[in-house]
């Protein structure tokens, strides 16, 4: 009798065991960039079932801040983890999770063309990697997230592309008023912004095409509602965040184009602290966007 329990109970628990095997890392690959001239790497989050399954998954490309690189998610975010305890429990679908690195290149083209990530990225890395994966190439089935510059990537990403991504979770996005851009100061700007926009710029000389091109603000400014609500928009700053206006700005666009979108404002800063502590919302908040109603 002890023998046929303890069997028993072995069967019962080999599912839940199952459930909670870890998803797959591969910190370190790349894809070869024509329009770049380089190979980028990037880090790849599989979920659990992947090697054991034969079917297609949805996938969110997971875009780093500032400084960081493609395995910032992974080291200091532990997306692995959160992505696995959610799987587990059934907050988000299965998922694979994309982590491209974009160095500081604020994932768009620079004003003299001397680099295209955005380029690389749309016409490039998102084909490669859904041939080298199996991911479901669907727009409703594909969405960006990130941090910060990631979080502005992101966002920008969902308003110039709407129809690659059905859904973007932007985290604490470094998004900027033309007030903040034209008073920056001068080593600020040609630290952060000057590759981008051109060194040496002072005041409004600073609100250049290039400029206009690239701003969330003005590109919501000139899209119709009908237009913006093609994707859904899920925003999270902290209170304590030096980007909180410009989020808070955001919400006000977005609300005054009648957009629908989930705006957070939690207690926290510009810190990993608040972005691992917002990812699995973010994600689940992905997840339902994958799902059919």
Known sequence: MKAYLLFFLSLCATPVLYSQQPGKVIEEAS?????????????????????????????????????????????????????????????????????????????????????????????????????????????????????????YGSLLYALKYPEYFVATAPLSAAVFSDDEMINMPDAQWDRTFGQLYGRGLKGKARLSKAWYDNSALSIIEKKSGAELNKVRYWIDCGDDDFLAKGNALLHIALRSKLVAHEYRVRDGAHSWTYWRTGITDALAFIGDSFRQK
């Open 31 to 151: 894809v070869s960039s024509t329009i770049l001239g380089r190979d980028v790497s990037y880090t790849v989050y599989l979920p659990a079932d992947y090697e054991h399954s034969q079917r297609t998954y949805p996938v969110v490309y997971l875009l780093h801040g500032y400084t960081d690189d493609n395995t910032g998610w992974l080291q200091f975010g532990e997306i692995n983890r959160y992505a696995d305890k959610a799987i587990a429990e059934g907050t988000i679908p299965p998922m694979i999770i994309i982590m491209p690195d974009a160095d500081s290149s604020w994932y768009i083209n620079a004003y003299d063309g001397k680099e295209k990530y955005e380029d690389f990225f749309i016409q490039e890395f998102i084909p490669a990697i859904e041939k080298t994966y199996r991911i479901k190439s669907q727009k409703k089935y594909r969405a960006v997230a990130g941090l910060s510059m990631g979080g």
